[in-house]
């Protein structure tokens, strides 16, 4: 407790590192939260619409192409293109017209981190 | 009472602080909750996957009445002589082995108060959460002369299965020249397009192998989904074989005879070689006795969480629910299950579901290389689920035959995608 004192006493700025050290103890109280494997990301939960016909994570069989691992940047062009309608579709320039640009960017981020098998 | 001392201030204040992110009570019932789910198909299974991937604490038990699943969408390739009925069962080994435990037993009541749910062979199990996806039962009374006997001689086919069989028999041994006879229901029903895409490949089997023959659809309304790009396929592929009779026209089948094989309108009788009598329907009689569909026939549900409007800590899932503009398909239950899945973490968790999306794509198959489709997402307004878009939902008319030949690759390709996702 004196030790504390003296610490305060001699740091102007004392009140503000006790509120760091607040902020780490949240932050550390947090971390294991983050990890749960029940957290579901907004990419995550949007994704869960595609997988109905890309596959478990983005792994698909038969002519429907797997999307799994694929470049963020790569996914974002083709969805892009697809809502834009620009690019060759059977499905897929109907659906991107459900999607906001945020939600196309989770779904790309999502997708392009998923392990190719 | 413990002194206020500078650790447990911290700690204090590090709770309050986080507690908006914190589950309500962090008590036993938060890890291992039990999560019991009544119904075996594209609802139920998808929901128990969802929940055993994501979280590997949860105890799921799934009640299923029958040890094998046939899927009914890919059904009517079984009928057209595409598939055997093989390629479109499932057994339970794989839900199983992903640690989910199958009771093979019927569920025949919910105390949504006690939180159990009584099985037919005398066992209770309790819940923390329950979902119910019971499917459909038949209306037996809804058209005259049409009961469980009289679907042994004039199957319905709308629960795949024994009854997908033996309308499939029907057809090999019916000859040349006959008429097969089809009754549609007025909406809401299973699978709204199912039955024009099931007189598209009766009609493949006949042009192939009985190429005189007719089928007629008696129908109870007087448009369907999918409407124009049937008709342009039936006009391209099977000219003069099937023949359309809506409602207005006399289509609504009223009363049959079994033991001759007619239907009849309001002013015809059809005397038919094959009559598949597609009957009204509703949810599965358990939710009917838990009071989940209010005496409605389905059940009102929340749009993003589908818990119950009824009871609390139940969710209703698939054909079962009044979904909105969201048809009754396999792949919206899929994605209801997902949904649900979400919030039943985000409810153990004490969170909120992160918000997500619900689409149905439905694929409709007129011959082996020639299918279309109908893309819907679904938005939640005024406490329901309306169409994201209004506009070019389908196939456009006059799509090339390479366009129909990509749908029908992917319709197979979904069809093997959502299967492994339930049953691999």
């Known amino acids: 407790m004196i030790e504390r004192r003296r610490l305060q006493a001699r740091n102007p700025y004392g009140r503000g590192r006790y509120f760091l050290l607040q902020f780490a103890v949240i932050v550390l109280i947090m971390a294991p939260r983050l990890s749960n494997p029940a957290q579901i990301t907004n990419g995550e939960a949007l994704g869960d619409a595609c997988t109905s016909c890309h596959g478990i994570g983005g792994h698909s069989t038969g002519y429907i192409p797997s999307i799994a691992g694929v470049s963020k940047a790569t996914l974002l062009q083709e969805l892009k293109a697809f809502r834009a309608q620009s690019a060759q579709a059977t499905i897929m320039n109907r659906i991107a017209r459900a999607y906001t640009d945020s939600e196309l960017d989770a779904l790309a981020e999502y997708f392009s981190t998923r392990p190719r098998q | ?424």
């Open chain 2, 1 to 424: 009472m413990k002194p206020l001392n500078r650790r447990n201030f911290i700690l204090g204040s590090a709770a309050s602080a986080a507690a908006p992110f914190m589950p309500g009570p962090v008590n036993a019932a938060a890890k291992g909750a039990r999560v019991v789910v009544i119904g075996g198909g594209f609802g139920g299974v998808s929901l128990a996957r969802y929940l055993r991937r994501h979280d590997p604490t949860l105890a799921i038990t799934l009640i299923e009445r029958d040890a094998q699943y046939t899927t009914c969408p890919f059904s009517n390739f079984v009928l057209g002589g595409l598939y055997p009925i093989s390629q479109i069962s499932f057994t339970y080994a794989k839900v199983k082995a992903a640690g989910i435990d199958v009771l093979n037993e019927e569920a025949v009541n919910i105390d949504p108060v006690a939180k159990t749910v009584a099985l037919a062979g005398g066992r209770t199990l309790k819940f923390d959460y329950l979902v119910v996806s019971p499917g459909i039962d038949i209306i037996w009374d809804s058209i005259k002369g049409y009961n469980e006997q009289a679907a042994e001689l004039m199957p319905h086919a709308w629960k795949a299965g024994p009854q997908t069989s033996l309308l499939r028999r029907q057809l090999e041994s019916m000859p040349d020249g006959g008429l097969v006879v089809i009754a549609v229901p007025a909406m809401p029903y299973r699978c709204p397009p199912g039955p024009y895409e099931r007189a598209s490949l009766i009609a493949y089997y006949l042009k192939a192998n009985k190429p005189k023959s007719k089928i007629i659809i008696l129908d109870a309304s007087d448009a369907f989904i999918k409407q124009d790009l049937f008709m342009e396929a039936w006009h391209r592929l099977y000219p003069g074989m099937i023949e359309w009779v809506p409602g207005s026209k006399s289509g609504k089948v009223l009363s049959v005879n079994p033991s001759t094989l007619t239907v009849s309108t309001g002013f015809d009788d059809y005397k038919a070689s094959v009559a598949n009598i597609i009957p009204a329907q509703r949810v599965g009689a358990i939710a009917v006795r838990a009071g989940l569909d209010q005496g409605t026939g389905y059940c009102a549900i929340d749009p993003v969480t589908f818990e119950s409007q009824v009871h609390k800590g139940i969710y209703v899932l698939g054909d079962a629910t009044i979904a909105g503009e969201m048809p009754k398909s396999g792949f919206s239950a899929n994605g209801q299950a997902k949904a649900c899945g979400r919030a039943i973490l985000a409810a153990i968790a004490g969170t909120a579901p992160a918000p997500a999306k619900l689409l149905n794509i439905c694929y409709s198959t007129v011959e082996p290389s020639y299918a279309f489709s109908i893309v819907d997402g679904f938005a939640v307004k005024d406490d329901s689920l309306h169409l994201t878009f209004e506009d070019n939902r389908t196939t456009p008319i006059g799509a090339s035959d390479d366009e129909h030949s990509r749908e029908a690759q992917s319709a197979r390709s979904w069809y093997a995608n959502i299967t492994a996702e339930m049953f691999g």
